[in-house]
């Protein structure tokens, strides 16, 4: 989870909030101007600590699961998204040295999560390996846009910038639908890890939140232009959706 990753995406849940809304408040703002605020830096930190040690976490994850891989071209296919991510680990780790910021502090808070997320969701075998990355960093990476929206500008555009597909959406799908095609049993397995994954991703999300002060004021609205409590409830019946629809994209039941 790339709390959480990134590799989706057919209609990504947040695609509402960053494209059709006025950005007003600090949205409208730039990290020099938003910086001032000492609590709204502090999320930003938290933020962007995260998202570095999910992808990188997503970047092991990947080089792991192409040993699991039945083919070489599947191999090559899964280090070639692997080097995406690690790409991605940089962009954040950069920017985190360039505001100021050590990014191994600025991580260190996250590895527990991560650690035991991945330890809880450990795929038995290719297969739920792929649905693994496709559906727990999907809704990682929905929930990102969603906070991204609130974000200041440069701020915003980085965030967007490391949830890019890697190309790992439109693969999973296209093993995990040719395996189900050859021996339907493998459609129900998937689903009910699917439904687990689901659980232990918004779950976990929760936990570092609550667990991180400046995150969790600026979701619900001390910081920056954060979330009403029917807004998170709005967010998460969209993210529930765009789950909804993966898992039809996978030809698995939601």
């Known amino acids: 989870m790339r709390f959480m990753t990134s590799?989706?995406?057919?209609?990504?849940a947040?695609?509402?909030?960053?494209t059709t809304d006025a950005h007003t408040g600090v949205a409208a703002l730039d990290w020099a101007a938003a910086s001032a605020d000492p609590q709204y830096r502090a999320a930003v930190v938290d933020l962007l600590g995260a998202l570095a040690y999910g992808e990188l976490a997503a970047f092991e994850r990947l080089a792991e699961d192409a040993k699991l891989a039945p083919t070489l071209d599947d191999k090559a296919e899964l280090a070639k998204m692997a080097s995406a991510e690690f790409h991605h680990f940089e962009q954040l780790r950069d920017r985190l040295a360039e505001i100021g910021e050590d990014p191994t502090i600025a991580m260190e808070p996250f590895v527990a999560a991560y650690e035991g997320?991945?330890?809880?969701?450990?795929?038995?075998?290719?297969?739920?390996?792929?649905?693994?990355?496709?559906?727990?960093?999907?809704?990682?990476s929905d929930f990102y846009r969603e906070v991204a929206a609130r974000l200041d500008s440069d701020t915003r555009a980085l965030v967007l910038a490391v949830?890019?597909?890697?190309?790992?959406?439109?693969?999973?799908?296209?093993?995990v639908r040719a395996a189900i095609e050859a021996d339907p049993r493998?459609?129900?397995?998937?689903?009910?890890?699917?439904?687990r994954l689901m659980g232990e991703a918004l779950s976990q999300s929760q936990r570092v939140v609550a667990d991180r002060?400046?995150?969790?004021?600026m979701l619900v609205g001390g910081v920056a232009d954060g979330f009403d409590l029917a807004e998170v409830g709005?967010?998460?019946?969209?993210i529930t959706e765009a789950h909804?629809?993966?898992m039809a994209a996978l030809g698995l039941a939601a």
């Open 7 to 12: 590799s989706d995406k057919p209609d990504r």
């Open 14 to 18: 947040a695609d509402a909030p960053e």
């Open 117 to 140: 997320f991945h330890k809880q969701t450990a795929p038995s075998d290719w297969l739920e390996g792929l649905v693994k990355a496709y559906v727990g960093d999907s809704i990682a």
């Open 163 to 175: 949830l890019d597909d890697t190309g790992h959406g439109g693969f999973a799908v296209e093993k």
């Open 186 to 195: 493998v459609g129900g397995r998937l689903a009910l890890w699917a439904r």
């Open 213 to 217: 002060d400046a995150l969790s004021t």
């Open 234 to 238: 709005k967010m998460f019946s969209r």
């Open 244 to 246: 909804t629809k993966r």
